[in-house]
């Protein structure tokens, strides 16, 4: 035998012809179910080269494959003198090489998600043995967990280090619960919910009221760059609809909207203002106060309250329990009322109506943009709770209906709102109409895509309706507890949330996902635009797949 004695490589004195050196890791040496696996890495496997996120398989017995998310990196050594003194290696590369991986190695904390067994992923009700090799997830260990992109799935990104492949939501469970997209501010969580959206417009999966609060979903928009990016009117034309309460806005914009909301100041109800509690501190006594007035003065109850005299006032102390002091802050808050151009002295046309219209006959997407009211949280909360509340009220009658005449039964209904923890706070989620839809789930094919930046403002009960939770970098403790509150192995999704990437990085959880998975997110540009263009579903056929009765049919 001849030996390499020029070579200070051990790999060529000691060569392992067992190892497949482009994937393997290392093997298995410890952990459990609820903690997660621990993995020894082999001695040539650089730590520098991995990161939280990526996926791995185990190869078990008998077969069976373990599809894993690598959730922590560990330096370990045998002796723990070696941490007080530290040998001196550098500059000899074969002391190094016996070193490393001898007396000094690493580790990986690994949480398996599936077990593959014949193909088919399964839920992880076991874990393999030691020394089981692990092993880089392949294209095809990724593509068996979520699957091929079809008229069912939609093509959101790719895992992360794993370019060439994807990772496809499935449509249907998507829409059937509410669906939550959270980030810090600058994460692009507009880009990532316009995204989400265009794949349920393409396949229509349902029909959209988005309540567009800074003119970001419609029409075309401005990214970070400093790029033009295409609104969903400019990808769907005529599947998409623009109203707006803002005209001057849209005109300014070049934007031709189909009509202008006005809504008449006799149509607002106490529930409405109610809605507004925490945005313009009203108190209980002030609610109470918008209950008793409307019950006295009927319709015209806020109208008369701004323009109250004192005769009005006399009036209201002397026949009811209202103190002047309640009476008196209400009207000073319901006077901001009057800088919103959008409202009017009596309803002259039912804007409601003809959002109804749209949705469910026409099987139209709506997009509502505020112009230069989104800058008034008040304004978007009031109008937000108004037309979602009359159409939630609607959809009631309409599902009870269809329970004897499934003609009756109306599309799915997806209603987008940004800034959710305003409406979904603790303590005011229970008397909203967003908190309703939000624990009613499917029930009334009603259900809510929320965008936020602080998910640890919103209810617990709430946040724990939301079926499938897409997170860019969040980087508050309270917000990262919150978004994981009800998740699997949330612990060890702890680190993986806290290190995503500022930009085009998010993790997927929850329904509409076999497991969360970490995605780099596709880019919003003219490949995208591209790929929503081909193979689209057409409008005639959207109608019947949105309708009633019948099943939904397979396009491709």
Aim: hydrophobic share 40%.
């Amino acid at each position: 035998m001849t030996f390499p004695i020029e070579s200070e490589n051990l790999n060529d004195w000691f060569p392992n012809s067992v190892r497949d050196e482009t994937y393997r890791l290392g093997v298995v040496v410890g952990g459990s179910l609820s903690k997660g696996l621990v993995v020894k890495l082999d001695r040539d496997q650089t730590i520098e080269d991995l990161a939280v996120g990526r996926y791995v398989v185990v190869h078990g017995a008998n077969e069976m494959r373990f599809f894993c998310m690598l959730t922590d990196i560990v330096l370990n050594n045998t002796n723990p003198g070696i941490q007080s003194h530290p040998p001196e290696i550098e500059g000899d590369p074969f002391l190094q090489a016996v070193y490393i991986g001898t007396a000094a190695y690493g580790t990986i904390s690994v949480t398996p998600m599936l077990s593959i067994d014949e193909g088919q992923p399964k839920p992880v009700k076991t874990i393999p043995g030691h020394f089981m090799p692990v092993f880089n997830a392949t294209v095809e260990d990724v593509n068996t967990v979520f699957g091929a992109e079809d008229d069912a799935h939609f093509n959101v990104g790719a895992p992360l280090e794993l370019e060439q492949t994807q990772v496809n939501l499935d449509l249907k469970r998507l829409v059937e619960r509410s669906v939550g997209v959270f980030g810090k501010s600058g994460t692009g969580k507009s880009f990532l919910t316009r995204m989400l959206l265009a794949g349920v417009i393409k396949w229509g999966k349902a029909c959209n009221l988005i309540f567009d609060m800074h003119n970001d979903y419609g029409w075309a928009g401005t990214d970070e760059r400093g790029t033009q990016a295409k609104g969903l009117k400019q990808l769907f034309n005529s599947q998409v609809v623009i109203i707006t309460l803002d005209g001057e806005s849209s005109r300014r914009r070049n934007v031709t909207p189909d009509f202008e909301v006005k809504l008449g100041y006799d149509e607002i109800q106490p529930e409405d203002i109610a809605a507004l509690r925490g945005t313009m501190n009203l108190s209980d006594a002030m609610i109470d106060a918008a209950y008793t007035l409307k019950k006295r003065w009927k319709d015209g109850w806020i109208k008369r309250l701004i323009n109250a005299d004192v005769i009005d006032f006399d009036d209201i102390t002397q026949n009811t329990n209202i103190a002047e002091g309640t009476l008196t802050a209400l009207q000073r808050r319901l006077q901001r009322f009057e800088r919103w151009a959008f409202l009017t002295e009596e309803s002259v046309a039912d804007s409601v109506e003809r959002i109804i219209q749209l949705l469910v006959d026409g099987r139209k997407n709506v997009v509502l943009e505020f112009g230069r009211y989104g800058n008034e949280l008040e304004a978007y909360i009031l109008v937000a709770n108004y037309l979602t509340r009359r159409i939630r009220d609607r959809y009631v009658e309409m599902v009870e209906k269809s329970l004897g005449d499934d003609a009756h039964k109306p599309p799915q209904l997806v209603i987008t709102i940004e800034e959710a923890h305003k409406f979904l706070q603790p303590g005011v989620a229970g008397q909203t109409i967003f908190g309703t839809i939000a624990r009613e789930l499917r029930k009334y094919n009603v259900t809510l895509l929320v965008v936020d930046q602080r998910p640890s403002g919103i209810d617990e009960e709430v946040m724990s309706q939301i079926g499938t939770r897409v997170t860019a970098l969040l980087d508050n403790d309270r917000d990262i507890n919150a978004v994981l509150t009800g998740i699997n192995g949330a612990q060890s999704l702890r680190e993986v949330l806290a290190r995503l990437d500022t930009k085009q990085q998010a993790i997927i959880m929850g329904h509409a996902v076999p497991m969360p998975v970490v995605v780099r997110t596709r880019n919003y540009d003219e490949a995208f635009y591209q790929s929503i263009m081909q193979d689209r579903i057409p409008t005639s056929s959207a109608r019947d797949k949105l309708g009633t009765g019948g099943k939904e049919r397979r396009l491709r």
